[in-house]
């Protein structure tokens, strides 16, 4: 080994080190989650390098392993066989190097000869403004194991933004592919008077990248940066996926600091330029960013998400952890628009069923043993004449999530005032009943809630922090409601 992958390694080994002195204590905190990935200790951001390399499927993440905040980025790692139990890994990649000095980046990976292949962004400080005095670089690590990584000599493979209207700096998120003989990969970023747009660059060897055209580029209210770019061809469409920075809040859209969208088009690889439609949400609560997907052996596009916002207040900070990650979804495309459920491999986690049939809701109540930290819920509402229905979560006397539909005004809500410690709010996305039905598939976890509604048309996600001990569940309606079917089930992981 030369003398830079032993300083690599031992930077690994200490942050190694840091996580292990604290993990156990971390683990008893009521809020760790049951079956989400999140890091046995310390600060996650972006999923990075979703993929599936040698039978198995491989999830890297933003990583700052040595306390509850934003630091130098180093890659955490864990791997699965079936997307439901995940072994945690060795740190996969340390800031070592001169050219990714203060943080490997987000970025992506692939298989190459049998070899896994990490590109990220390599980033350095150049001066105290974290907006302004940054360079950010490209950089490539392989691995023969997919578990210990070497950065390549050739580093940093791509050293400059491309000329042009491209902002030399915010330069960032590689995410690579294969289309027929060639390697792509697209790169988020600005132009120089700030509205976000995509890079789309060229390989066939990994290492000499040429770029070839801005693939896309915001008008009107689409922000001041693209980040976390992600292209795929879905459904007889090609898909960006981006989570952009700086949208002003719309009606009902855009409340959270980012957002995280897709445009549906078609992507002419010889020219770069993506021709698309509108941006659309891929999620409407609180706590979804850089999504990245991957496409496993079944043909499934799968995507992950950081469950978390920039700049939102985290209560588990206090408990020296922060972050975590959705449940695997999986995309496909209906009528114009992704549609996102969770993976079927979940069904795995299920314990003491329990279902019922044609219960009338009057006013508020409770169901025998329908309550929960980590549960699953399946249900099939009936309003009939109500206009205000919908079920309470994680209720004590002083809290409660709130989950309504109103049939007047059409809208979904999801409402956390009153969830316990964390940041409270309420998100909205139209929502239209089928045939007079509201489908509902909901996954809590002991700090998180997830609602896929009408069959993953519309998904909500959101952190909640409630106490304990807050674990009834209450259906409502302002008129009697007919709850036409009810499945439930606790949720845990088999050891
Ligand atoms: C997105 C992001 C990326 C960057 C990473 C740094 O959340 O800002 O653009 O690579 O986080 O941790």
Redesign the pocket.
């Known amino acids: 080994m030369t003398g830079l992958n032993n300083r690599h390694q031992s930077l690994i080994q200490k942050a190694q080190n840091s996580v292990n002195e604290v993990k156990d204590k971390i683990a008893q905190n009521h809020w760790r989650l049951q079956y989400h990935i999140s890091a046995p200790a310390y600060w996650i ?2 999923p990075n390098g979703f993929c599936f390399y040698k039978g198995e499927y491989h999830l890297f993440f ?1 990583y700052h392993p040595y306390s509850p905040e ?1 630091g130098p ?1 180093h890659w955490g790692h864990v791997k699965s066989n079936d997307l439901v139990t995940w072994e945690h890994l060795p740190i996969a990649l340390a800031p070592s190097e001169d050219y990714d000095q203060d ?1 490997c ?3 992506s990976a692939i298989e190459k000869g049998g070899k896994l292949y990490l590109m ?2 390599g ?1 350095v400080w150049t001066g105290r403004n974290h907006d302004t005095d940054l360079k ?1 670089v490209q950089c490539i690590a392989f691995s023969e194991d997919g578990i210990h990584f070497e950065k390549i000599k050739q580093n940093p493979v791509i050293s400059s933004a491309p000329n042009g209207d491209i902002h030399p700096y915010h330069f ?2 590689p995410k690579v592919w294969k289309h027929q003989e060639n390697y792509y990969c697209v790169l ?1 970023s600005r132009t120089k008077d700030h509205i976000g747009q995509i890079l789309l660059y060229r390989s066939k060897d990994l290492i000499n990248w040429e770029f070839i055209n801005v693939a896309a580029k915001g008008d009107g209210n689409l922000g001041y ?1 693209w ?2 770019p992600d292209i795929f061809h879905l459904n007889g469409n090609d898909v960006l996926m981006m ?1 952009p ?1 700086g949208l002003s809040p719309q009606g009902y859209l855009y409340h959270n600091l ?1 957002q995280s969208g897709y445009m549906l088009g078609e992507l002419d690889f010889e020219n770069g330029m993506l021709h698309h439609g509108e941006f659309q949400l891929l999620d409407y609560g609180f706590d979804v ?2 999504p990245q997907t991957m496409i496993d052996p079944h043909g499934r596009r799968i995507m992950i998400a ?1 469950m978390a916002m ?1 700049e939102s207040s985290m209560p588990e900070q206090e408990y020296k952890w922060a972050g975590a990650m959705t449940l695997p979804r999986e995309l496909t495309i209906k009528n114009g628009q992704i549609i996102s459920t969770p993976v079927k491999e979940l069904e795995k986690l299920r314990q003491n069923p329990l279902s019922y049939q044609n219960v009338k809701v009057k006013e508020e109540i409770e169901i025998p043993h329908v309550k929960g930290k980590s549960i699953e819920l399946k249900l099939i509402i009936v309003p009939k004449e109500a206009t205000t229905f919908g079920l309470k979560l994680r209720v004590s006397e002083k809290e409660e999530t709130v989950l309504s539909y109103n049939k007047e005004t059409e809208m979904f809500v999801f409402n956390r005032n009153k969830s316990g410690a964390g940041p409270g709010g309420v998100r909205e996305v139209p929502v239209q009943l089928l045939d007079g039905q509201l489908h509902l598939h909901i996954f809590l976890d002991s700090s998180s809630l997830e609602v896929f509604i009408n069959h993953g048309e519309k998904v909500m996600t959101g952190r909640i922090y409630p106490s304990e001990s807050a674990q009834g569940i209450r259906f409502f309606g302002d008129k009697e409601i007919d709850l036409i079917h009810l499945s439930k089930w606790d949720l845990k992981i088999n050891e």
């Open positions: 951001n972006d933003q934003w980025m943080g980046f987000s970025g990220y962004t980033n950010q960032r998120d988020g940066m980040e976390c989570s920075q980012h960013y850089a950081w920039w």
